[in-house]
Every structure is written in C-alpha cells, then in structure tokens.
C-alpha cells in the first residue's frame, strides 16, 4: 500500500541550529511531493514542492528539501531556525499511479528553543 | 482574494444534532477536500470532489455527508452527531495534482 512516513513526531531544536525533517514514502513509482506547514490555529500552508526538474527545491522562510528517488525520501532542512519556525510540518506526495492519492504524512512538531 | 473559508469556526453540538460546515473557494479549482485533524492522526480524509456534482469517500467517510451542488461551495453534513466526530474540520481546495490551498479549520465539540 502506499504510505508516507515521518519518523519523527516531535524535533526540539535551540535557536540558530540547523534542523532536518525527515519524510519518506512507499512507492518506486513517480511521485510530486510537498512540504507544508501549519502555526498553531490555522490551517495548512505550502512551504515548498517538488513536481519536476532540479532535486533541491527551495521555499519559502529559508527551508529546502531534497528528492532522493532512490532513497524514496524528501527531507525538510533549514541552516537556521527561528523561534517563529516552531509549527507543525507535514508531508505530502501524490503517487503517479493507479488512482492519483494525496498522501498526507502524521506531521512532524517542531519545537525551536530560545 | 479571500482564498478559502469556512463557516463556522467553532460550534458545540449535543449527541444527536445535526449540522453542516460550508466550506467556499474563490480559486475556480475542481478539486476540494474535507479532512479532519485529531492529536496525534496527523490529517485524514473525510470525503473529496473533483468537480461539480461530484463526490467520493475518503480514509473516514463513516457518518458524513457531503455535496458540491456549485463549483466554489463543499459542505459536509453530520446527521447525528456523536462525540468520536469532536475534531477540527479543515477544507482545502486545488487544481489537479497540485498544491492543496486550506482554510482556517472548524472546532467541533460534540457534548
């Protein structure tokens, strides 16, 4: 079946530290992937997407993420992180196949410390 | 561009009652999804359109109802509400295999 993993449930991290956030899916077939992410009492916003072209996406609030076929993986980096970082961030891939699902992962709470 | 809205944002209910969440979008999508969102579930699939006059079930269709009777407007109804459906209701909307645009949630407490 396919699915979409995010180990992690919760990442704390100090302020200025680098973070990774890991994501992984089930499939070999072709895939889009998403990284959004949602503040407390709201809903969820696109960070960045990978549908085609250059592996290492970049967007939005200085986060990447790379695609990595073989792995079946798209990890969420950023350098640096800010205290206004701390959110909930969730994976997302659409499998190319069969009947085109939008899988969401189980969301990552990333905690930043000061 | 208000984007995505729901109506209500919050609501009580009693076990038993009914009601239903309008969610509209103003991006002319085809796709629009309701999802609902408990601690530690991450997001799960309620029901789902790919157009108008459209619907399908999604992961946890069990207890919902849902119409697309325009192409902006998605409601989903509960008819008889129970307190396993106390949850937050999100709406989000998308073109074909693209990026999914969420409203702001709908806190349910079914008493």
Not at chain 1, 53 to 60: A, M, N, R, Y
Not at chain 1, 82 to 92: G, L, V
Not at chain 1, 101 to 114: Q, W
Not at chain 2, 91 to 105: E, H, I, K, V
Request: glycine share 8%; with cysteine.
């Amino acid at each position: 079946a396919q699915s979409v993993t995010q180990l992690d449930s919760q990442v704390p991290v100090f302020e200025e530290a680098p973070v990774e956030l890991r994501c992984n899916y089930s499939s070999s077939v072709s895939v889009y992937l998403f990284w959004y992410v949602q503040y407390p009492n709201q809903g969820l916003q696109l960070l960045l997407k990978y549908l085609s072209g250059s592996t290492l996406v970049k967007g939005i609030n200085g986060f990447e993420a790379e695609f990595n076929k073989s792995q079946t993986s798209f990890h969420l980096r950023k350098p640096s992180v800010h205290i206004s970082d701390t959110a909930e961030y969730f994976c997302a891939v659409i499998f190319l196949s069969g009947t085109y699902k939008y899988i969401f992962g189980t969301g990552t709470r990333l905690k930043v410390l000061a | 561009n208000a984007g995505v809205t729901q109506t209500p944002k919050f609501r009580v209910l009693k076990t038993g009652q009914s009601m239903t969440l309008l969610c509209a979008q103003d991006m002319n999508h085809e796709y629009m999804y309701w999802y609902r969102q408990d601690p530690g579930m991450g997001l799960r699939l309620i029901h789902y359109s790919v157009g108008e006059g459209t619907t399908a079930k999604g992961e946890v269709p069990d207890g919902y109802n849902v119409s697309r009777l325009k192409k902006q407007n998605f409601l989903l109804g509960l008819e008889s509400a129970a307190p396993s459906q106390t949850s937050v209701y999100f709406c989000a909307s998308s073109r074909p295999l693209d990026t999914q645009y969420f409203g702001p949630g709908t806190r349910l407490t079914v008493l």
